[in-house]
């Protein structure tokens, strides 16, 4: 009797520690989640985007971008998803359903914050780096922000601002259900921007990461 006592003790407390041991993983798991990113590299596929002179293509170097800041965020413990990893895209070769797509992929994946890279161009002498976002927007007003701080701190072009999608609206920006902003990292039709873009990608990438990690934190 005094066996079978102690034998169902034993049962009970292993349970117990079993029982306990689930719920620290679960609140360790709990504390762990951080937001969902999704990168969007601007263009792609059947679109190039912007030409530099030389004959590169926006939709290349966006990719490049957008790939490191996407490494650099998962490092920092984000979930990252993209809308492409590679020039082969997954909608139609058509303007507006190819936009729709990107954002019908934030909706989707349930994504925290929606960041489109891009690439200026102009047939005018001009340069520098610039933010959209909805200026009724807290949130991405403060991402914005704190993206053009860190990009500022690598001193390699012009700090354009922000500009408002009220006023410019941008398709990927306005029809997004998520908060989402649209970032033009240089002129490729500025040959210091362009140099830059291609040589020190990482540094944009990184000013991108790091300003979208001190706004959230
Ligand atoms: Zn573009």
């Known amino acids: 009797m005094k066996k079978l006592l102690i034998s169902l003790l034993l049962i009970f407390c292993i349970g117990c520690t079993f029982t306990f041991l689930n719920e620290t993983n679960i ?3 709990a504390k762990s989640t951080k937001e969902t990113i ?3 590299a601007g263009h792609g596929g059947y679109d ?6 030389y004959g590169d293509y926006e939709k290349d170097i966006n990719l490049d971008i957008a790939l490191l800041v996407g490494k650099q965020l998962k490092s ?7 809308t492409r990893t590679s020039d082969s895209v997954s909608w139609p070769s058509n303007n507006k359903k190819d936009l729709q797509a990107r954002c019908d992929l934030a909706k989707k994946k349930n994504v925290d914050l929606f960041v489109s890279i891009h690439l200026n161009s102009s047939e ?10 909805d200026f009724n927007n807290k949130n991405t007003l403060k991402v914005s922000n704190s993206i053009l701080k860190q990009l500022d701190q690598f001193d390699y072009s012009t700090n354009r ?5 009220n006023e410019t609206p ?3 920006v306005k029809n997004n259900k998520v908060d989402a902003i649209l970032i033009e990292a240089g002129f490729i039709s500025d040959d210091s921007d362009l140099y830059y873009l291609k040589n020190h990608t990482k540094n944009i990438a990184t ?4 300003g979208i990690k001190k706004s959230l934190n």
Request: net charge negative.
């Open 207 to 210: 000013a991108i990461a790091k």
């Open 124 to 133: 005018y002498e001009a340069n520098g780096y610039e933010i959209y976002c």
């Open 161 to 165: 601002g922000l500009l408002d999608t």
């Open 27 to 29: 609140n360790i798991s």
């Open 48 to 53: 190039v985007g912007a030409e530099s002179f």
């Open 170 to 172: 941008l398709y990927v």
């Open 76 to 82: 920092y413990g984000y979930n990252v998803v993209y």
């Open 38 to 40: 999704m990168i969007d």
